[in-house]
């Protein structure tokens, strides 16, 4: 059994609710103990609310945890977890043309380009994250800066 950090445990968590209906925490703590990975309820609840993920009905009128996906309607459990991640770790934000570039501590970078990414932020096509710097690339050059400018009040700056 392995004690996996958050990234991790919430990657799995994430491919676990692709895969399979997850109708409770403990049902997910008893998933996650079959792929060798510690976690405990408190830690779940924690995971899921990270995130994103909601419950939803599913056929047969049961309910299961679900991660809202791309180009949906924005939850605003969502919009409140994507504002505490870039006032966390986002430090600069520059833009030019179509791209822009924002710099986290080291280390972080990934945390915030995944969230850009798993969350469709609109205007945004793609990011690349090295160790403290993202590179966000814009579908139209002419939003680059409105982009840019929104990108730096989520984060405070």
Known sequence: MAT???????????????NHPVSSQ???VQ?????????TQATVSRDLEDIGAVKVRIPGGATAYAIPEHGKERTTGIDDHL???????????AHNDSTIVLRTPPGSAHVVASALDRYGYPGIIGTVAGDDTILAVVGDSATTA?????????AGI
Request: aromatic share 2%.
């Open 4 to 18: 996996l950090g958050r990234p991790q445990r919430q990657h799995r968590i994430l491919r676990i609710l692709e």
């Open 26 to 28: 403990a049902q997910l």
């Open 83 to 93: 504002r505490r991640l870039m006032g966390e770790f986002v430090v600069d934000v």
């Open 31 to 39: 998933l996650l103990e079959s792929e060798g990975v510690v976690a």
């Open 146 to 154: 409105d982009i840019a400018a929104k990108l730096g009040e989520l």
